[in-house]
């Protein structure tokens, strides 16, 4: 029997540096969720005017992220992903500084223009350096660096925060990325070539966004990114508020017990990339393994029905945490079908997908917020519970969606 050779160790070292970009920005993502209740009352904001700001960086992140896939596309991630790390970190440095509503809101816009290269970048290079079964287990690394941020950020930035201030918080996690930088460029000198982009005219940016939205998936997986990546970030902004304005949690205590939510993204991530290689390796379909995630992934994110029903302030955590295993889950296997959809246009395909889904849920966040300043999460949790199906039918029915 012939063995098939793995990727060399440079490419794991290469997603081991992707992992830890995602920890940093989801890290320096989170510090507005984690402090929350203390920007509130130094704005004197309700949650409406809260999901304001939080919008502000979802429409940014958005609209940079349609852009930004051409030039991923056309420049490589080598050199695109440092200078998108350059301005991230000077953003958040500077939020610690802001001193109005209107500074912070403008501050966050410009932080989502940074970050929104994040992901074409990171699966444009797990495309171009690893092949389609070595995929699903590179995004799962990578993209469990979000959850493993979002992890650590409520024990590093509580303890900012309540040691210094909620500005502090801000400056620290906003140099962390000065390190990655001067990592990411020594380690990819040798993959300079591999990780190069390959420029086309403008003229052809047009026929090849027609291209991909005539395409059915196309639309089938923008479903998919609008369900996957608004749970995923209702549970990243509003889930350690929630905790200590609905559930009654102290400040420190709920930012704790938001670890245990995170924890579940995180096991998911990496979960359900060993679970697709195991199905593959005794001799199902990669297609059929991804759907198989896929179908769990649903089943698990079920449990944000009861979030909003139990009157045991720890089971809902218990629910919350679960439904995160699903929607990591989710997640992961949602990327490797961008990555099926147009490999030679991987950049700007995800960042139409991932562009469309942050400005649609930009539109929703002040109504979540509206919402949650009436006592109306039950609503956003029964609807998390539900949402997940309409993306699961249309990518079960449609059996050849990706290429085995």
Same mark, same amino acid.
Not at 106 to 129: D, Q, V, Y
Not at 142 to 163: D, E, H, K
């Given at each position: 029997?012939?063995?098939?050779?793995?990727?060399?160790?440079?490419?794991?070292?290469?997603?081991?540096?992707?992992? @830890? %970009?995602?920890? #940093?920005?989801?890290?320096?993502?989170?510090?507005? =969720? !984690?402090? +929350? &209740?203390? *920007? /509130?009352?130094?704005?004197?904001?309700?949650?409406?005017?809260?999901?304001?700001?939080?919008?502000?960086?979802?429409?940014?992140?958005?609209?940079?992220?349609?852009?930004?896939?051409?030039?991923?596309?056309?420049?490589?991630?080598?050199?695109?992903?440092?200078?998108?790390?350059?301005?991230?970190?000077?953003?958040?440095?500077?939020?610690?500084?802001?001193?109005?509503?209107?500074?912070?809101?403008?501050?966050?816009?410009?932080?989502?223009?940074?970050?929104?290269?994040?992901?074409?970048?990171?699966?444009?290079?797990?495309?171009?350096?690893?092949?389609?079964?070595?995929?699903? @287990? %590179?995004?799962? #690394?990578?993209?469990?660096?979000?959850?493993?941020? =979002? !992890?650590? +950020? &409520?024990? *590093? /930035?509580?303890?900012?925060?309540?040691?210094?201030?909620?500005?502090?918080?801000?400056?620290?996690?906003?140099?962390?990325?000065?390190?990655?930088?001067?990592?990411?460029?020594?380690?990819?000198?040798?993959?300079?070539?591999?990780?190069?982009?390959?420029?086309?005219?403008?003229?052809?940016?047009?026929?090849?966004?027609?291209?991909?939205?005539?395409?059915?998936?196309?639309?089938?997986?923008?479903?998919?990114?609008?369900?996957?990546?608004?749970?995923?970030?209702?549970?990243?902004?509003?889930?350690?508020?929630?905790?200590?304005?609905?559930?009654?949690?102290?400040?420190?205590?709920?930012?704790?017990?938001?670890?245990?939510?995170?924890?579940?993204?995180? =096991?998911?991530?990496?979960?359900?990339?060993?679970?697709?290689?195991?199905?593959?390796?005794?001799?199902?379909?990669?297609?059929?393994?991804?759907?198989?995630?896929?179908?769990?992934?649903?089943?698990?994110?079920?449990?944000?029905?009861?979030?909003?029903?139990?009157?045991?302030?720890?089971?809902?955590?218990?629910?919350?945490?679960?439904?995160?295993?699903?929607?990591?889950?989710?997640?992961?296997?949602?990327?490797?079908?961008?990555?099926?959809?147009?490999?030679?246009?991987?950049?700007?395909?995800?960042?139409?997908?991932?562009?469309?889904?942050?400005?649609?849920?930009?539109?929703?966040?002040?109504?979540?917020?509206?919402?949650?300043?009436?006592?109306?999460?039950?609503?956003?949790?029964?609807?998390?519970?539900?949402?997940?199906?309409?993306?699961?039918?249309?990518?079960?029915?449609?059996?050849?969606?990706?290429?085995?």
């Amino acid at each position: 029997m012939k063995h098939r050779q793995g990727p060399p160790a440079r490419t794991w070292w290469i997603c081991f540096l992707l992992f @830890l %970009a995602t920890a #940093i920005v989801y890290l320096d993502r989170q510090v507005l =969720a !984690l402090t +929350a &209740p203390k *920007i /509130i009352a130094t704005f004197h904001l309700n949650k409406e005017q809260f999901g304001q700001i939080i919008a502000a960086f979802r429409y940014s992140y958005g609209l940079v992220q349609i852009a930004g896939g051409f030039l991923v596309d056309a420049y490589g991630p080598r050199i695109v992903f440092p200078v998108a790390s350059g301005l991230w970190s000077m953003v958040g440095i500077l939020t610690g500084l802001a001193t109005t509503v209107g500074m912070l809101t403008g501050l966050r816009f410009l932080l989502g223009a940074g970050e929104a290269f994040i992901w074409p970048c990171s699966l444009k290079s797990t495309n171009m350096l690893l092949k389609p079964e070595d995929r699903p @287990l %590179a995004n799962g #690394i990578f993209n469990s660096g979000a959850a493993l941020g =979002a !992890l650590v +950020a &409520p024990i *590093i /930035i509580t303890v900012i925060a309540v040691r210094w201030s909620w500005r502090a918080a801000f400056v620290t996690t906003g140099s962390m990325s000065v390190l990655w930088l001067v990592g990411w460029l020594w380690v990819t000198r040798h993959e300079a070539r591999a990780l190069k982009g390959v420029p086309f005219p403008a003229k052809n940016v047009v026929a090849v966004v027609i291209r991909l939205v005539t395409m059915p998936n196309f639309w089938i997986l923008a479903v998919s990114a609008l369900v996957a990546n608004g749970v995923n970030y209702y549970l990243a902004d509003w889930i350690p508020l929630y905790l200590v304005t609905v559930r009654g949690f102290s400040f420190t205590h709920g930012n704790a017990l938001s670890i245990i939510v995170y924890a579940g993204s995180f =096991a998911g991530n990496l979960l359900v990339g060993l679970f697709v290689r195991v199905l593959v390796k005794r001799g199902m379909s990669t297609n059929a393994a991804k759907q198989w995630a896929l179908f769990i992934a649903c089943l698990l994110m079920c449990l944000a029905a009861p979030v909003g029903l139990t009157p045991n302030r720890y089971l809902a955590v218990l629910c919350l945490s679960l439904t995160a295993v699903g929607v990591g889950s989710f997640l992961v296997i949602y990327l490797t079908l961008v990555q099926d959809l147009e490999p030679e246009y991987v950049g700007i395909s995800s960042g139409l997908l991932g562009g469309l889904s942050n400005i649609a849920y930009g539109l929703i966040s002040s109504r979540i917020g509206a919402l949650a300043d009436r006592h109306h999460e039950n609503s956003i949790f029964l609807l998390i519970a539900i949402l997940p199906w309409m993306a699961f039918c249309p990518i079960f029915m449609r059996s050849r969606f990706v290429r085995d």
